[in-house]
């Protein structure tokens, strides 16, 4: 009964989700914090991030982790996926920064700077993923063999 429950498309559809999530939330906070950087250096440290302007980073990031999930899960990491998923994911914050006007009151290098950060933080997500798929093949790998060894050596 177990396995049918942890092989359901509701569970399929939780794990799925909760990935997204992780990409949700880090870039949400590298988003805040960024902002609340700019803030700092450019209006002084009354400059605070409103409600709205939040809630309007949190969908962006959002989309960002449903796209990461859709076009590069970690099983599927190629680097043709990543550039898309990167592309897409630059759009996605180009079109919320524009149409909402979240750098308006800054400089136009922190759009910029922003931007720069984020794309390179999105690769280094990637990286870290092939990284750890690498690692998991080499181990499975490894546990292959030695388990085709005891076998070897009981038959």
């Given at each position: 009964?177990?396995?049918?429950?942890?092989?359901?498309?509701?569970?399929?559809?939780?794990?799925?989700?909760?990935?997204?999530?992780?990409?949700?939330?880090?870039?949400?906070?590298?988003?805040?914090?960024?902002?609340?950087?700019?803030?700092?250096?450019?209006?002084?440290?009354?400059?605070?991030?409103?409600?709205?302007?939040?809630?309007?980073?949190?969908?962006?990031?959002?989309?960002?982790?449903?796209?990461?999930?859709?076009?590069?899960?970690?099983?599927?990491?190629?680097?043709?996926?990543?550039?898309?998923?990167?592309?897409?994911?630059?759009?996605?914050?180009?079109?919320?920064?524009?149409?909402?006007?979240?750098?308006?009151?800054?400089?136009?290098?922190?759009?910029?700077l922003f931007l720069v950060v984020l794309i390179m933080g999105m690769a280094g997500l990637l990286l870290g993923h092939y990284i750890e798929l690498h690692r998991e093949t080499r181990a499975l790998n490894r546990q292959l063999e030695k388990f085709q060894s005891q076998a070897n050596e009981e038959g």
């Amino acid at each position: 009964m177990r396995h049918q429950f942890e092989d359901s498309g509701f569970a399929r559809l939780y794990l799925w989700s909760a990935k997204a999530k992780y990409t949700m939330g880090i870039l949400f906070l590298v988003f805040v914090l960024f902002y609340l950087f700019f803030g700092i250096i450019g209006e002084g440290p009354g400059h605070l991030l409103d409600f709205f302007t939040a809630i309007q980073m949190m969908f962006a990031c959002f989309f960002i982790g449903i796209a990461q999930q859709g076009i590069v899960p970690k099983e599927k990491l190629t680097k043709t996926r990543g550039v898309l998923w990167i592309t897409i994911s630059t759009m996605i914050i180009l079109s919320f920064s524009l149409v909402f006007g979240w750098f308006s009151a800054f400089p136009p290098w922190c759009f910029i700077l922003f931007l720069v950060v984020l794309i390179m933080g999105m690769a280094g997500l990637l990286l870290g993923h092939y990284i750890e798929l690498h690692r998991e093949t080499r181990a499975l790998n490894r546990q292959l063999e030695k388990f085709q060894s005891q076998a070897n050596e009981e038959g």
